[in-house]
């Protein structure tokens, strides 16, 4: 049987950033296992590439504080451009609740060295021309940070590939994972789409498709696959420093795309599922939303659209580190906004899995025990 020192499950870009990191640290035979036959297909390869230090919590404003500083550097350390277009991420807000849950968000970032703006309607109007800020719910104050933006989803999966195989790791697709192996208290292999493979670690990195796995090695994992859906016009003359838009009470979202806009809104009514075909009467709620915030996609012609999976947990917070069982880890359940914090989480995989345990973030309120617990601090930033 072969074996591997450690195996990782799902070629996301979790999978593929934890490959890396861990190869750069010399860790042994390192094999990741993709089902798909590219990899970043799923999550990450339906994503919408936005990048932002905006969040609610602590935790989640040093993640991305040091993983947008990793994008950042990424063109050059890994020898691949990523189009990163540090455009801001503005949010429109349109109820007391939501502004006052803001100007505590702000001040929070702040204090952690995130120059967060707070806009009125009349700076609004002159950053967003292209928005009615009238329409309901209208807009009435909102936040930029200018640091935020975008990046290319597959391109920064392209290239952790690329270089975690040039160190010498085994990045396979096609090799789908079916069963992690356990004896007695702890993992002793994966039985796969490519046969039986003796490790003792595994890193499960599945993305919405992690909690099938973990149940197989009898580990309950609190990871839920959501539907959201994303469509993309033809050009329309947007200016490529269009900011990206967040018109949050409506969860309701644009930025540039070749030239015109990419949109997305999250259907609050979505059920738990595999589901990725486009369910065509949200398209016509999207859409009716989307014209009326944004009246020159009235003229537009649709390019394409798409559904992909959110990976979602009970507080809306990933679970990463030791799963209760001996060589099982996990990196799994973003909600929404684990592509930006791909690059510092693989790092911080390679230091629970080779340290003992992560030490360049303090990753306590994100440990698997918390529910148990019941100590949990839920992410209000998502969209
Ligand atoms: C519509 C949409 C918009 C989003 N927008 C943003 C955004 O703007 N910014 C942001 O930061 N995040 C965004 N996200 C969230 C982000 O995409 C995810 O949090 C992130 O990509 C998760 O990465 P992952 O590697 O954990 O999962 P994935 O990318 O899903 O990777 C998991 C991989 O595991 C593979 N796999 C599954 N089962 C098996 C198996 N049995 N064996 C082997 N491999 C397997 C899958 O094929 C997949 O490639 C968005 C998500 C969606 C759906």
Sequence with gaps: MPTADIVIIGGGVMGVSAAYHLARRQAGRVLLLEKA????????????????????TAVNIHLSTL?????????????????LRLVGYLFLLSNEADIAAFERNVQLQRQMG???????????????????LDAEPAILAGTNYHRDGLADPHSVVQGYVKQARRLGAHLLTGAGARRILVAGDKVVGVESEIGQIATETVLLAAGP???????????????IPLRRQIAVTRPLGIPRHMPFLIDF???????????????GMSNPHETPGEKLDVDADWTLTH????????PLLEQAQLLTQWAGLYEVTPDHQP?????????????TGFSGHGFMQGPICGQLMAEEILDGAAHTVDLSELRYDRFAAGALAPEKNVV
């Design 249 to 263: 009470a409506q969860s309701l979202y644009f930025h540039y795309e070749t030239g015109g806009i990419l949109t």
């Design 67 to 83: 993983s947008i500083a990793m994008l950042e550097r990424f063109a050059e350390e890994m020898e691949q451009e990523i189009d």
């Design 114 to 132: 995130i120059a967060t703006e707070w806009l009125d309607r009349a700076e609004i109007a002159r950053r967003a021309p292209l928005l009615d």
């Design 319 to 331: 679970i990463i580190g030791p799963l209760p069982l001996r060589g099982l880890t996990t990196c």
């Design 37 to 56: 036959p590219f990899f970043g297909q799923g999550a990450t390869g339906t994503c919408a590439g936005g990048i932002r230090h905006q969040f609610s």
């Design 209 to 223: 498709w992690s909690g099938p796995l973990a149940a197989t090695a009898g580990v309950p994992l609190p990871v």
């Design 287 to 294: 859409f009716e939303h989307a014209i009326a915030r944004m």
